[in-house]
């Protein structure tokens, strides 16, 4: 208990021990202290309790000599008396006074004084009186032992007592302020609740009235849109009122003047209101005549449209007498190179001017292993022929009919074919910015754009779209692509661009559809296309085309007043050049595309042979190109093919080769045949030519 730093009832707190102590008991620093031997009268202890123990100290100095034993023997008088804060011991034989604290610690024993070492009796002597000082010294301590130990037993209960005290009155405290603490929270909750739903109502009121202001806001917007154009038709207004003030200004003086014709006129009125009456009569019988006109009118619309539909059925028993397919030849003029070495203008093919441009004729020279030379000649008929004095508007002026077809809205294919070289291209495409160079494409839509306008005052309107593909090794390329990158890709091999019939409908996945509202769009198509398109070099020409590239023009026409809609479909189509293996010298990818070309060529054949034998099965999947074209070949479709063939006499052998395939497919017949469109045609019969 002595040694115990911590206050009873205290929660464990800890009392500061100062630096010094003896035996744990804490001594104040500030104790005045003496010499053992001083002659100061007393000294100052400060207990644990801060109460002052003041103890007497004896006057005389000591002597180094010991008290009596009797005076070291503390008896029942010479217990410590408290009074106040001082501690005093009182001896009845000899007033001692206790040393101090300090004057215990700084004590030391008296010296010993030098004797005989034979002197025993003075030295036991000595060691008896050395004796009596340590008893002197140890009965001193005890005694401020116990005091101090009294001191602290009292200061103990009283700081139990003030504490036990003090925590009752702080434990009152807590629960009385732990009470109104409580209450205090419980109101503020009550607020806190009271706020919240404030809040809430605010919040809501606010959402309600920044909605309201943005709708106000608008209406604010709207109302000052409306006052700005208020403020001009105001301003519109004021400017024509001074003009009007300015007219009404001339009104006044013209009605000034008319005031003064009217009174001559006047005179006049009544020879007027006679002839009145006869005015209406005749404006009545105007109004009669009117109506009849309007009825007449409609009669007449009605009229048009059955003869335009006669027309149109017409137009096609026509083009079905001609031949639902028909073959044209176009023999092209010898170049300069071709002239001055075969000092010809005509080279190896000549069209007599008696059979009216049907036959044609081919003259092939050959020599024997002997080098006997002979020649032969061989006669072919198409249903028109075109020599090499013609140009491009008398070809389209017999194609023309077949465009007419596809704007009644039938499919129309027009192929141009032929070795390379002959002018293929030239025919289809030719110069599309040149009035007399365009070839078959751009005449074509400008003659349908024509049709179009012509027709749009009858009731018709016309919407035109377009495509342009070409089929190069059996994969479809969009020649009409943005940039030569991806016209160049082998689209077809991952599914980019596929063919999908659905019924009648014919569409490819993937390739750009231009919606045409000028004729003037296709000259820039056309240059497109033809950078695109892929060409290369052969021993036959130096630019030869390598693909069949296909232009598809959808045509879907609407008369709302008759509730009458056509769609015609018209394909003009450019084969790639036909040409022999051995001739053209191909090689590598060249020996590909050659191959390739024959191939398609070869199955295109198939597929007209087919439609005109009447096979249950059409092999139109043999080529992409007839896949392509399936729901525009057969049935009701027309069909031209132009066969373009050069007069020079070194491509003789590569002409007669075409000639034999246009002969091929002249011979098929498709819906009408045409001997019956011939007879029909032309009653008086014609001289059946040979043919090699």
């Avoid at 071709?338 to 000549?350: L, V």
């Avoid at 024997?368 to 030379?373: A, C, L, T």
Wanted: charge should be negative.
């Amino acid at each position: 208990m002595l040694g115990s730093n911590r206050i009873p009832g205290s929660g464990g707190s800890r009392i500061p021990q100062p630096k010094s102590s003896i035996k744990g008991i804490p001594i104040a620093n500030a104790v005045k202290a003496t010499n053992p031997v001083a002659s100061t009268s007393s000294v100052t202890v400060v207990a644990p309790t801060s109460r002052v123990i003041e103890i007497p100290k004896p006057i005389k100095k000591s002597t180094g000599i010991p008290p009596p034993k009797s005076s070291c023997k503390p008896n029942a008088t010479s217990l410590p008396q408290a009074s106040g804060s001082e501690i005093s011991v009182v001896d009845k034989e000899n007033v001692h006074t206790v040393r101090t604290i300090d004057d215990l610690l700084a004590w030391r024993p008296t010296a010993l004084p030098k004797r005989d070492k034979y002197d025993y009796k003075a030295v036991v002597g000595d060691f008896k009186a050395r004796s009596a000082e340590y008893k002197s010294f140890h009965s001193d301590s005890v005694t401020v032992l116990r005091n101090l130990q009294d001191q602290l037993r009292s200061a103990k209960l009283e700081l139990d007592l003030t504490i036990k005290h003090m925590k009752e009155d702080s434990d009152k405290q807590l629960a009385e302020e732990k009470d109104r603490l409580q209450q205090e929270l419980d109101r503020l909750e009550r607020i806190n609740q009271i706020l919240r739903k404030d809040l809430f109502e605010e919040t809501q009121s606010k959402t309600e009235l920044e909605n309201e202001n943005r709708t106000l806001k608008d209406d604010q917007q709207l109302l000052e849109a409306r006052v700005i154009k208020l403020q001009e038709a105001t301003e519109t207004l004021q400017a024509e009122a001074d003009d009007n003030r300015t007219d009404i200004e001339a009104l006044r003086l013209r009605y000034q003047e008319l005031t003064t014709a009217a009174s001559e006129k006047a005179s006049q009125y009544d020879e007027l209101a006679a002839k009145h009456s006869n005015s209406l009569q005749d404006l009545e019988a105007s109004r009669k005549a009117e109506e009849e006109l309007r009825r007449d009118l409609s009669r007449g619309t009605s009229r048009i449209n059955d003869l335009e539909e006669s027309r149109r059925r017409l137009h096609n028993d026509v083009m079905e007498l001609k031949g639902n397919i028909r073959v044209f030849c176009r023999v092209r003029p010898l170049l300069e190179a071709e002239r001055s070495d075969e000092g010809s203008i005509t080279g190896a093919i000549t069209v007599p001017q008696n059979c009216d441009n049907e036959e044609i004729l081919v003259a092939q020279s050959t020599s024997d292993m002997f080098g006997k030379e002979s020649s032969k000649t061989f006669t072919f008929k198409f249903d028109h022929i075109f020599d090499h004095t013609s140009d491009q508007l008398d070809v389209f002026e017999e194609v023309k009919l077949l465009v007419q077809s596809a704007l009644d809205g039938y499919r129309v294919c027009i192929f141009a074919y032929g070795q390379t070289g002959s002018g293929k291209t030239f025919t289809m495409e030719g110069d599309p910015e040149s009035e007399d160079g365009r070839g078959v494409i751009p005449r074509a839509v400008y003659q349908i754009f024509d049709a179009a306008g012509d027709l749009k005052e009858r009731g018709w309107t016309y919407t035109l779209t377009g495509q342009f593909v070409e089929i190069y090794n059996e994969s479809i390329r969009d020649l009409l692509a943005t940039s030569t990158d991806q016209a160049s890709d082998d689209t077809d091999s991952n599914g980019k661009h596929e063919i999908h019939h659905a019924g009648s409908a014919t569409t490819t996945s993937g390739v750009t559809v231009i919606p045409l509202t000028s004729s003037d769009q296709v000259a820039d198509l056309l240059k497109v296309a033809s950078k695109n398109r892929a060409v290369a070099a052969t021993n036959c020409n130096e630019r030869s085309s390598r693909s069949h590239s296909v232009f598809t023009l959808r045509i879907t026409g609407v008369n709302e007043d008759a509730q009458v809609e056509r769609s015609g479909i018209l394909n003009l189509i450019d084969l790639a050049g036909s040409e022999r293996l051995a001739k053209s010298g191909s090689t590598g990818d060249r020996l590909k595309e050659t191959q390739s070309i024959n191939k398609s060529l070869s199955a295109l054949s198939d597929v007209i042979t087919a439609l005109s034998n009447g096979a249950q099965h059409i092999p139109y999947r043999n080529s992409k190109l007839t896949y392509l074209l399936q729901n525009s070949l057969g049935g009701n479709s027309k069909t031209l093919m132009v066969c373009n063939v050069s007069p020079s006499a070194a491509s003789v052998g590569e002409t007669l080769n075409s000639l034999r395939f246009a002969t091929k497919v002249n011979a098929c017949q498709v819906g009408t045949p045409k001997s019956i469109a011939k007879e029909k045609l032309n009653p008086t019969p014609s001289k059946t030519p040979g043919q090699a």
